[in-house]
């Protein structure tokens, strides 16, 4: 069983930055791949970015790529998210999941999400 827990959500800017962090329990973090995922109104949740369980592999959706960076802390049982140059299409619910691979958009453990919000 793993427990995620996000931080760091707010209101910016656009062009603004925010940092998102997903707190992990469990003394397995760093065997699993992460990800981020955001759910907009109206809108399906979608898939933002992946790392893999190491650090060394990240993957990103076209739309926040050279934007957004995914990392990782397995010392800390940490996943973060930095998002800059903030668009108010990025207004959402942020989620971290554990992924059922890196390359995978599957997830069996979510955080309870934390609101970015986007003013123009």
């Known amino acids: 069983q793993v427990q995620l827990v996000e931080s760091g959500g707010g209101l910016v800017q656009a062009g603004g930055s925010l940092r998102l962090s997903c707190a992990a329990s469990g003394r397995t973090f760093r065997l699993y791949a992460m990800g981020w995922f955001r759910q907009a109104p109206g809108k399906e949740r979608e898939f933002i970015a992946a790392i893999s369980s190491g650090g060394s592999s990240t993957r990103y959706v076209d739309s926040v790529k050279g934007r957004f960076t995914i990392s990782r802390d397995n010392a800390k049982n940490t996943v973060n998210l930095q998002m800059n140059s903030l668009k108010p299409e990025d207004t959402a619910v942020y989620y971290c999941?554990?992924?059922?691979?890196?390359?995978?958009?599957?997830?069996?453990?979510w955080g309870q999400g934390t609101q970015v919000t986007v003013s123009s």
């Open positions: 999941a554990v992924l059922r691979g890196y390359y995978s958009q599957v997830s069996d453990y």
